[in-house]
């Protein structure tokens, strides 16, 4: 296909692409990637560091990069961290080794952020396309309902979760794509088809 294209145009999934999934608790971003990765090779999960204790299920270099307070100042301090944030009391950063090298070597990256890490990653210089998908409930009632359903926290918890999720839901403005999940496939199909869209769009280059 690449000798039918004039000069100065290219794919841009030719290219390493960073999918970032913000949404609020409750969303299914977690759900959403595990799905997308077991489907597509070309899609990497970008394993963040949290200062935040592990849950039961999970697992340490898959699921995060779980990291003492010390050395999440370490990373820090290095500049190793594309973007941070503190959520609930805990610390939460993308560390650049997760995503530049895997960009550079032409896979997309997927990120599970939240909406100011997303917002932060856009604006982050990777010199790569950045494609914000905000991914929400299909309504407010159900974000509770799952919110409460995961059964991880106490009440205060679970309030400043709802909290922040309306302030997050603000923020959908600044996103190129909403996606409703429903039902997980279905959502899985709607983020699969904004990849290939993506993957297909026509870009000039040098
Ligand atoms: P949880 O504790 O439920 O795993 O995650 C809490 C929030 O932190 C979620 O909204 C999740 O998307 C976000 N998060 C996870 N990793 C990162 C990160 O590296 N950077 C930012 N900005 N947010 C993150």
Redesign the pocket.
């Known amino acids: 296909m690449r000798d039918l294209l004039p000069p100065g145009v290219a794919l841009q999934g030719e290219r390493g692409i960073a999918f970032v999934i ?1 949404g609020p ?1 409750g969303a299914g ?1 977690s759900s959403v990637i595990s799905a997308l990765l077991a489907r597509d090779p070309r899609l990497v999960f970008s394993v ?3 200062t ?1 204790p592990p849950r039961p299920h999970e697992v340490h270099g898959r699921d ?1 990069y779980f990291v003492s307070a010390a050395e999440f100042d370490r990373l820090l301090a290095e500049g190793a961290l594309l ?3 503190e ?2 009391g ?1 610390r ?3 560390p650049k080794s997760e995503v530049v090298p895997r960009l550079e070597q032409g896979l997309d990256v997927v ?4 909406v ?2 997303a917002l ?1 990653l856009k604006g982050a210089g990777l010199g790569h396309p950045v494609v914000l998908i905000f991914l929400v409930p299909p309504s407010w009632e159900e974000l509770v309902r799952r919110v409460r359903g995961r059964g991880t926290e106490d009440e205060a918890a679970l309030r400043e979760r709802l909290r922040i999720a309306r302030h997050e839901l603000s923020c959908i403005p600044a996103f190129e794509y909403l996606v409703v999940n429903d039902e997980l496939e279905k959502a899985v199909a709607r983020v699969e088809a904004i990849i290939q869209a993506e993957r297909m769009r026509v870009v000039r280059c040098a």
């Open positions: 913000a608790s971003k963040s560091v949290t935040r995060y973007e941070w944030t959520y609930q805990h939460y950063g993308t990120l599970n952020v939240e100011r890490g932060a």
